[in-house]
């Protein structure tokens, strides 16, 4: 009896202790071999790139961060994007006190501006995210995968959209913060810090991107409702060619602009809404202006960034949200008197694109933190071009026009204007003019050649752009953002004043200089 | 499972059984000790079977219907032996048995419970602490580790607030880790269970009754923690729970208590008056955005809180085992309206030798249902704008319930008490059983034990808000259900050898050696509800909801361990110690799941050398202890290691074309996740030098001890080079941190007559933390860390290289010449410009103290006198600093300028009333004012008991009254100086002050 419990428990000992095995698998999320036994794989990745400017993470409206070293709420791509672009310009300010929040506004950032901090990572989650897709998505690995040849004959206009959003970012990168780290698909994952490429160097690499991936994106509006097609691509080239000389101190590339504007233009996929405003409301993916959109949708894509927060932000004071299809106001962003002067008047009756809400407003911003000083922007609203609140009286339906066809009119004028010799005055005036009719619904706004000049047209890049993000650009490519040029609250002085121009370029973040050694701050911070 | 039920069963069966003898007699006599006085409750037992009796107070017993013939009674009594004697009985007559116990040295050895096993106390290498049921704190006490909060040197247990039941963050000996877990571990009865949170319950830890805990016994340093490996570098505690006696008559135990509590001390915020002065002076143009009512939230929402606790339990035994079974509930409510935590629990314990002895078997099981009503939170009523009503009957959209309808303001706190359900509950099991053979027959001393065990805890949360609560004028939809389940458990087996022999006179050898395994599978299915087409069915509703988001989470993690132990005892001079512990963790990639955990010891008995014969005059003990070990964390989450692709959500999805009817489609995306393939176990290495001494016989005695803990490899989550990884952060192995301190124990028996008695037992430590490394983070850069209410992003605490662990990161503010801070309504500097570069910005923010004490401490008195006793713990701390963040965040005049919310409507928010003395107009978030000295000293509890002297029939009583949290002494402004770990203070559950009404009864 007594020998057989020794012996039981003995083997009873060895038994157990021969258990070792400690591969457990996840069960929420799955590894990369099941991942990709699906040959829907490749959309969805592909899909979050895409979505990476609309969403803050993998739960809607908020939870499963992408970006970890701030709220999430203020990680969003578009968010940031904008009120780096807008904020510290003379056409946008922002109630809130939210630490460094009001540096945008004032040109007072440094390099702990948590904003800052959000773009700056948002950059970089997008490239990273595009060379990990590229990573994943090479023939081998395909062929490995037995995936079937329907997605196997997709993957090279795949393939050329990763790269493509990757180049929008690194575009985006060099134009907030000059020399930024470089990195592509040949590195991976936890590998040593990259090394900071010149602004010069990552914007020829994105000029060879684009002409490199051509070939295999879809023709001009023909990809489906989200995805960049060659419009898109020639839309980027359009940017980057016509801010190339700041890119690259000095050179110029005037006539690849108007190439690129003409390529848009011939292809005839896009026009001109006969209403302006019909851009920016919740159904404004009928848009036939609209080369390039974020998309958002009140049910399917929730976010407290991308239209919910410029939909809500600008409504305050008297303004009843219900006008706007949303359920309350965050009292948030006005626009400043530089602006609203720019139009013919305030009412938008003359020009319609003067979207303005006044009552109760003061003209004047005498405090930044007090929502009825400044003009209010009700640009953005959730609500259809036939008056229907969008779907959720929260999150907006309205898709941001990250491109539209508008632009390309400006962009052409501009290049010629400045030089390129494969356009003409003539057809640039014609362009600025179509843009003109729209707006005043008759000729009476319309400009003769000796009207324009490029004081006129940074003018009117403002009336016809104005809060869509490209502001800062502007100014810098035009001498006025820092040095030159005033407005209320620039420098953190009332009435506005010069500032240095280091501010021409936003810091590196102090995080990534501590986690990078490579990585050299930019000039004045 | 079932068996352990089966057996349980059959042996609670067979304690009914009453023995039937058919000739009987009668035994009777007295016991004493030594010196012939009466042992009151002795335990006479009749050998063989189950039946006994005890001594009363003359130290008398009487035996009835004992079976005819030679029969043998066992009288044995704590701290003396067992005595057996033999005697006839004749049937139908009554025979006179005497006994007189001496007093035993072997029972009297004090052994104190290590990782698996048991040491005497002169032999324990490692700082071991043992708290046993009669020093515990006494009080209206949910939480079992509530019991010992003072007792310990070094142990900080720091009630996260004063809801009921609320849980603590526990410290030994500071913290030893920054993003992984600082709690220690917990070791029920050789159990190591899982402590996480649960949504359904405020503390996991609160299905443990109390009363059932006979002592918890804290392991301190590497040479007793290492021996859990990766699981020990926080400390372990171990709680053992209360046993039947063998041979032990049937003894009944009742403990039942009523309490009371309320709040203590004033929130700060401005009365309808003073509110209504300040509106005045500063935003005359919102005056009529005010009410005419006079409404203190707090009032409305706080009130007197009951409680009662009822404990009931059978204990005893018979020649070879012995079994306790318990059952307990407790119903408190918490002082903020709706609030309440309910247990009910029930505990069985049983043991049993067979063969000789050779194989002992002991089982435990206990479980508990607790339920939770959580509230609503008082946020608001720090708020809310003091003349605004409380209800405002033409509200038909919000209940009748005054409401600003905006998402911006304040909700109304008592609508949500009133409107809002929101409950859990939580099942929980626990069971093991030990079972040791002894394998004699092979080799002398050897034996064998495993341990199979359990821990089982399922339950939900159940949230409600009624569209007259939540709809779309608050909030992004109408109505809300919510279903939360969570079942997590954890399966344990433990095999391991134990050797224990004397070599010869002066070599003792103890080796232990053992495998261990543990499984923990979590489940987190949930389901939510908005947009309820009608609120009748309250939690029942889930079919009305128009919007369901449903989702479920599930982990598992696995730990495997080879573990060994030598003890080796030189002469009773020298004592060495050595451990080492493999642990395979599920956590870690497969090139660095393994770690490895060594520990060594030694002490030295200095009065056991021939030498040192003149010292025993003076000392009766006197040891030092040196001790090196390095063990481990591993608490971060699982797969974290692994690359993994997490879907979007229906709410995140994104819409790629439409389809053929013009309508989008959306797509479900999927993102690669950061991972980092080389994480690795954290290490902390710690040192520990220790001296015990006793005097005057043990009267006085006490432990000094210094250590030094460095943890490397600190998992952190930490932004890596942008581009690198799939996220700025991941978490990987960075940084160094380091605890130094200082322990002083001390206990000392005052008075110890027949009519008198005291006892003081004191226990001070000092502790200082610094990180010493951060990735690469040098000089004056750091981790802003301390989030606080007030603005979205805003820090107050940084982590650096050379300071300690969140230290506070804030301005010097200038004070004016009558010690206010300079306001921003001056045209004055308000802050101190650092730099020197003539502006005020972050770079002028410095390091200014930090949340953890340089010093806490707690003193536990004991006193008797005749049949009253009175008994008391008293705690404090020195050095916490504490960020008032409500008075940061509320301190201030532009709270009266309004908030616009449409159709030029304006609410108002309240202010704190250190405006009245700051005059801040904006709030100035990052000013050192708001950095305060929350040293404190609090007199925890204070207990007045009364034992009636024993009657026939009834062994003990006693009635008792306790006084908790009855003053506390800082210079602390906020309500309570103790407000968590973190040491910001934001608007808290109130801890109450209350009375304890109670008895016990035993028989």
């Known amino acids: ?525 | 499972m079932k068996n352990i039920l089966r057996l349980v069963v059959a042996f609670a069966a067979a304690l009914l059984l009453v023995q039937q003898g058919y000739a009987q007699g009668t035994v009777k006599g007295t016991a004493t000790d030594e010196n012939g006085e009466a042992l009151i409750g002795a335990t006479i037992l009749l050998v063989g079977s189950s039946r006994g009796t005890a001594t009363d107070f003359d130290g008398n017993y009487v035996l009835e219907n004992v079976p005819a013939g030679e029969q043998q009674l066992r009288a044995s009594y704590t701290g003396y032996g067992d005595f057996t004697k033999t005697i006839t009985v004749r049937d139908g007559e009554t025979v006179t048995l005497d006994f007189q116990l001496g007093e035993d040295a072997e029972v009297l050895e004090e052994v104190v419970v290590i990782g698996y096993g048991s040491v005497r106390k002169e032999d324990a290498t490692g700082v071991v602490a043992k708290i046993e049921d009669k020093n515990f704190n006494r009080g209206a006490i949910v939480s079992p580790e509530q019991l010992i909060s003072g007792k310990v040197a070094g142990v900080q247990i720091a009630p996260g607030d004063g809801s009921p039941g609320g849980g603590s963050a526990i410290r030994i000996r500071g913290g030893t880790s920054i993003n992984a877990s600082n709690e220690p571990l917990f070791v029920i009865d050789g159990m190591p269970i899982d402590n996480e949170g649960v949504a359904g319950s405020r503390n996991p830890l609160n299905f443990l009754n109390p009363s059932d805990i006979e002592s918890f016994t804290v392991l301190k340093d590497a040479s007793a923690t290492a021996i859990y490996g990766s699981r020990g570098a926080n400390g372990v505690i171990i709680i053992t729970t209360k046993k039947g006696q063998e041979g032990g008559r049937p003894r009944v135990n009742y403990d039942g208590y009523y309490t009371v509590n309320e709040i203590r001390g004033e929130p700060g915020m401005l009365d309808a008056g003073n509110f209504r002065d300040v509106v005045t002076f500063f935003a005359p143009s919102r005056l009529n955005a005010l009410g005419d009512n006079n409404t203190n939230w707090f009032d409305e929402m706080l009130r007197q809180a009951q409680g009662q606790n009822h404990s009931l339990s059978v204990s005893g035994g018979g020649q070879d085992f012995g079994y306790r079974i318990s059952a307990g509930y407790q119903q408190l409510e918490g002082i903020i309206r709706g609030s309440e935590t309910e247990r009910t629990s029930f505990g069985l314990n049983y043991n049993h030798k067979f063969f000789d002895d050779k194989l002992k078997v002991s089982t435990n099981l206990r479980g508990a249902r607790t339920r939770d009503i959580f509230d609503p939170g008082i946020g608001a009523a720090w708020d809310l704008d003091p003349t605004q009503p409380v209800f405002d009957a033409d509200n038909d959209a919000f209940g009748g319930f005054f409401s600003y309808g905006n998402s911006l303001a304040p909700r109304n706190p008592v609508s949500a008490a009133e409107q809002r359900v929101d409950q859990g509950q939580s099942f929980r099991t626990i069971g093991n059983m030990e079972i040791e053979y002894a394998l004699d027959d092979l080799l002398e001393g050897l034996s064998v034990k495993t341990n199979v065990g359990f821990d089982i805890n399922q339950g939900d949360r159940n949230t409600f808000e009624p569209t007259t609560y939540t709809n779309t004028q608050v909030a992004n939809f109408n109505g809300l259900v919510k279903i939360e389940n969570f079942t997590r458990t954890n399966y344990l087996f433990d095999a391991y050898l134990n050797y224990d022999k004397a070599l010869n006179e002066r070599n003792n050898l103890k080796l232990t050696a053992g495998y261990s395994y543990q499984d923990f599978y979590e489940q987190y299915p949930l389901f939510e509800g908005q947009n309820l087409s009608t609120d009748q069915f309250g939690i029942n509703g889930p079919a009305q909801a128009e919007d369901v988001f449903p989702s479920n989470s599930v982990f598992e993690n696995r730990l495997i361990s080879f573990w060994g132990r030598a003890i080796y005892n030189f002469d009773e001079r020298y004592i060495l110690t050595a451990t080492l512990r493999r642990d395979g963790s599920t956590r870690f990639g497969p090139e660095s799941r393994w770690g490895l955990f060594p520990s060594a010891a030694v002490a030295w008995r200095v009065l056991q050398e021939d030498w040192a014969e003149g010292l025993n005059n003076v000392f009766s003990d006197l040891k030092f202890r040196v001790s090196y070990g390095i063990t481990g964390n591993q608490d971060i989450g699982d797969y974290r290691y692994l690359p993994q692709y997490a879907f979007s959500d229906q709410r995140a999805r994104y819409q790629i074309g439409t389809d053929a009817d013009g309508n989008p489609i959306f797509v479900n995306t999927a993102r690669p996740n950061a991972y980092d393939p080389g994480l690795q176990w954290e290490e902390t290495a710690s040192l520990n030098v220790g001296l015990e001494f006793g005097f005057a016989n043990g009267r006085f005695n006490g432990a000094l001890e210094y250590y030094t803990q460095t943890t490397s490899q600190l998992l952190f989550e930490v932004n890596v080079p942008a581009g690198t990884n799939l996220s700025d952060r991941v978490l990987t192995n960075i940084g160094e941190l380091e605890n130094q301190g200082v322990e002083l124990t001390l206990n000392a028996n005052i008075l110890n007559t027949p009519d008198m008695s005291w006892d003081l037992t004191g226990n001070v430590a000092y502790n200082r933390n610094e990180v010493l490394g951060l990735s690469n983070i040098a000089g004056d850069a750091g981790i802003l860390r301390g989030g606080i209410a007030g603005g979205v992003g805003n820090n107050v605490q940084i982590l650096r290289v050379g300071q300690a662990v969140d230290a506070f990161y804030v301005y010097e503010h200038i004070l004016n010449d009558d010690g206010t801070p300079v306001s921003d309504e001056d045209d004055l500097m308000m802050y101190v410009d650092q730099n020197e570069d003539g502006q005020i910005n972050e770079l002028d923010r410095r390091i200014f103290q930090n949340p953890a004490p340089d010093i806490f401490y707690g003193l536990t008195s004991n006193f008797r006198f005749k049949s009253f006793d009175l008994a008391m713990t008293i705690r404090g701390a020195i050095g916490n600093y504490v960020y008032n963040n409500n008075a940061s965040n509320r301190g201030y005049f532009q709270r009266v300028q309004g908030v616009n919310i449409g159709d030029d409507r304006f609410f108002l928010n309240n202010v704190h009333e250190s405006v009245l003395e700051t005059q801040f107009v904006a709030p100035q978030y990052f000013s050192d004012y708001y950095v305060e000295d929350a040293s404190f000293m609090r007199l925890d509890n204070v207990t007045l008991g009364y034992t009636f002297l024993p009657k026939r029939g009834i062994s003990s009583l006693r009635l008792y009254v306790t006084g908790q949290n009855l003053l506390v002494f800082t210079k602390y402004s906020g309500l309570d100086p103790e407000v968590g770990v973190n040491g910001i203070d934001n608007a808290p559950y109130p801890r109450p002050m209350g009375f304890i009404f109670g008895a016990s009864l035993g028989l």
């Not at chain 1, 003379?90 to 702990?112: F, R």
């Not at chain 1, 390129?420 to 843009?435: C, E």
Request: with cysteine; glycine share 8%.
């Open chain 1, 1 to 525: 009896m007594k020998k057989i419990i020794n012996i039981g428990l003995i083997a009873v000992l060895a038994m157990m202790s021969a258990c070792t095995d400690l591969d457990v698998q996840p069960k929420n999320d799955l590894t990369p071999d099941v991942f990709f036994t699906d040959d829907a794989a490749y959309e969805r990745f592909l899909t979050r790139i895409y979505a990476g400017l609309a969403v803050t993470g993998q739960q809607g409206p908020a939870g499963n961060a992408d970006i970890k070293s701030l709220d999430e709420g203020f990680s969003s791509y578009l968010r940031q994007y904008w009120q780096l672009q807008e904020l510290p310009t003379d056409e946008a300010v922002i109630a809130w006190n939210d630490d460094g929040l009001p540096d945008l506004v004032t040109q007072g950032w440094s390099s702990t501006n948590q904003f800052v901090r959000a773009m700056y990572y948002r950059v970089f989650f997008q490239v990273s995210l595009a060379n990990e897709f590229l990573r994943e998505s090479t023939p081998e690995k395909l062929d490995s995968r037995g995936v079937s040849k329907e997605v196997a004959d997709q993957m090279s206009t795949y393939r050329a959209e990763a790269r493509f959003m990757r180049a929008l970012s690194y575009w985006h990168g060099i134009d907030f913060f000059g020399d930024i780290p470089f990195y592509t698909e040949d590195q991976v994952i936890g590998s040593t810090a990259p090394t900071q490429f010149s602004r010069r160097e990552v914007f020829n690499f994105v000029v060879n991107e684009l002409n490199e991936i051509e070939g295999d994106m879809l023709e001009a509006g023909t990809a489906p409702y989200g995805r960049a097609d060659k419009g898109a691509l020639w839309m980027l080239q359009a940017k980057l060619y016509l801010n190339g000389e700041v890119y690259t101190d000095g050179e110029t590339y005037w006539n690849e602009a108007v190439d690129a504007c003409n390529k848009i233009i011939e292809s005839g996929a896009y026009t001109l809404m006969d209403e302006y405003h019909h851009n920016f409301l919740a159904d404004n993916d009928r848009s036939t202006e609209t080369i390039m959109s974020v998309n958002f949708d009140g049910d399917a894509t929730q976010t407290f960034g991308g239209t919910t927060y410029l939909v809500h932000a600008a409504i305050g004071g008297a303004m009843n949200a219900e006008n706007y299809g949303v359920n309350n106001g965050w009292g948030g962003l006005r626009t400043l008197p530089s602006l609203v002067d720019r139009f013919p008047d305030e009412t938008g009756n003359i020009d319609e694109r003067a979207i303005f809400f006044t009552e109760g407003q003061t003209k004047a911003v005498e405090a930044i933190n007090e929502f009825t000083n400044g003009y209010t922007v009700p640009k953005y609203q959730n609500i259809t071009s036939e008056g229907v609140p969008g779907s959720d009286p929260t999150f907006a339906d309205t898709d941001y026009p990250m491109f539209r066809f508008g632009e390309v009119h400006l962009i052409y004028a501009e290049a010629v204007l400045r030089g390129a010799t494969n356009g003409d005055l003539g057809t640039a005036v014609a362009y600025i003019n179509a843009l003109r009719q729209r707006a005043y619904n008759n000729d009476a706004g319309n400009i003769a050649e000796g009207d324009l000049n490029l004081d006129f047209i940074l003018d009117e890049r403002s009336r016809e752009l104005y809060w869509e993000g490209v502001r800062r650009t502007d100014l810098i490519r035009f001498g006025q953002f820092t040095e030159n040029g005033t407005w209320a609250w620039k420098g953190n002085i009332r009435e506005g004043t010069t500032t240095s121009p280091h501010l021409r370029l936003y810091p590196i973040p102090a995080e990534e200089l501590l986690a990078n050694d490579n990585l050299e701050q930019n000039q004045g911070y």
